[in-house]
């Protein structure tokens, strides 16, 4: 237990500065709002898709990696000018011409137009809910936590006690402990974040923290799928991280993977339910 402690203390240093500083940076993002968070969503969107053309384009794509981040910057100044859905009309259409010029540039026309198509879709999904007129705030903030402690707890668990794998043909590293862990800690994390949002003014009136509590532990069951769901199409493609610029994380796709999938399921639910307010009995001020 004692060389599993000290090996999961010096990995984790570069891992949790790293961590500390984009939490820092997305936080500040999330109160700006606005066009100023539109624009580091986009920018974010437009380096996972640069990961993803490398990864998935191994012939030579300049046709496929420009039309792809062009594509998702026109889909970010078109939401910003009119609405959502004429945003996702345009990621459709230019996923679509992605596709055709990967499948020109003698590439998988199926994996690329795929993947940057969910890579706007979830870039409209977090806007779109930072954007909710009363909770958007609170909202995006719960998301961000949740995803985060689970990823953080399925780590340190994982690391501390081992034991049994998750999934071991996607990513043997990943054990039963650690997504019990990380479940465990994104449950407990989206309360107590409910509470100091309460305690800060930006919740008014009763929570439902039960509810909350069940409604954090199934986001971060969607965040860990997320997770495993990117570690299975990098060993299909053969690569180990999407990105080397991370320090502890690799790349923006390793970090922001559980986001990606969770921010859609997320801003589903809220419009189905008709806002943040009656799915999560949030109460803004």
């Known amino acids: ?17 790293t961590a500390i500083i984009l939490a820092i940076s ?8 606005g066009i100023t968070f ?21 012939r030579r794509s300049p046709g ?11 889909s970010g100044a078109v939401f910003a000018v009119w609405d959502a859905e004429i945003a996702l009309v345009v990621g459709a259409g230019g996923a679509v011409t992605v596709g055709a010029v990967a499948r020109f540039e003698r590439n998988s026309p199926l994996w690329t137009a795929a993947g940057v198509f969910i890579f706007i879709l979830s870039m409209v999904s977090i806007i779109w809910l930072r954007a909710e007129e009363a909770l958007g705030l609170a909202t995006v903030y719960w998301l961000f936590v949740v995803v985060w402690a689970t990823d953080s707890g399925a780590y340190i668990f994982g690391k501390l006690i081992g034991g ?4 071991p043909r996607i990513s043997p590293k990943k054990t039963w402990a650690g997504a019990i862990g990380g479940l465990a800690t994104g449950a407990l994390m989206g309360v107590v974040l409910t509470l100091l949002l309460q305690a800060v003014g930006l919740l008014g009136g009763s929570v439902e923290l039960l509810l909350i509590a069940l409604a954090s532990a199934l986001l971060s ?11 299975g199409v990098k060993r299909y493609f ?18 922001l993977d559980s986001l990606i999938l969770v921010a859609p399921i ?15 009995t949030w109460t803004g001020n």
């Open 38 to 58: 539109l624009a580091v969503v986009t920018g974010l969107t437009a380096i996972v898709t640069f990961e993803w053309i490398r990864m998935c384009c191994p």
């Open 26 to 33: 997305a936080v500040a993002a999330v109160y700006a709002g």
């Open 164 to 167: 049994a794998s998750l999934a």
């Open 238 to 255: 053969g690569v180990k991280d999407s990105g080397t610029w991370l320090p502890g994380h690799g790349g923006a796709l390793d970090r």
């Open 266 to 280: 997320l801003a589903f639910a809220v419009l189905l339910a008709g806002g943040s307010a009656t799915l999560l």
């Open 1 to 17: 237990m004692a060389a599993a402690i000290r090996q999961a203390s010096a990995s984790l240093g570069p891992r949790l500065l």
């Open 64 to 74: 496929t990696l420009l039309l792809a981040i062009a594509t998702v910057a026109l």
């Open 221 to 231: 069951l969607c965040s860990q799928v997320g997770d495993l769901a990117e570690s």
